[in-house]
Nanobody
């Protein structure tokens, strides 16, 4: 079992930045590929970014490329999402996820084994 706790969500103005963090506990963190997803009411969970076990490989949704950066610290069991140039359409609940069998990364939510409870990001115009 992997327990994931997100933090860092907030209300921010358009054009601003936020850094989300996800703290993991329970199993060897470096054995899991990690991902960030987001969801708004009435919509399916949307892929944001993913990172491989070592952190060497990253993957982004097209609309996030150049604005968002995913990183991880295996010594601290954390994965972060730096979000710049935020837009009102980035408003959502952001979730981190861990996948044991994923290699190296995937955009598919169903491939992840564990999920956090989410953190709210609201971008005002």
């Amino acid at each position: 079992q992997v327990h994931l706790v997100e933090s860092g969500g907030a209300l921010v103005q358009a054009g601003g930045s936020l850094r989300l963090s996800c703290a993991a506990s329970g199993r060897t963190f470096s054995n899991y590929a990690m991902g960030w997803f987001r969801q708004t009411p009435g919509k399916e969970r949307e892929f944001v970014a993913a990172i491989s076990r070592s952190g060497a490989i990253t993957q982004y949704a097209d609309s996030m490329k150049g604005r968002f950066t995913i990183s991880r610290d295996n010594a601290k069991n954390t994965v972060n999402l730096r979000m710049n140039s935020l837009k009102p359409e980035d408003t959502a609940v952001y979730y981190c996820a861990a996948g044991f069998r994923i290699m190296p990364t995937t955009i598919k939510a169903g491939d992840y084994d564990y999920w956090g409870q989410g953190t709210q990001v609201t971008v005002s115009s």
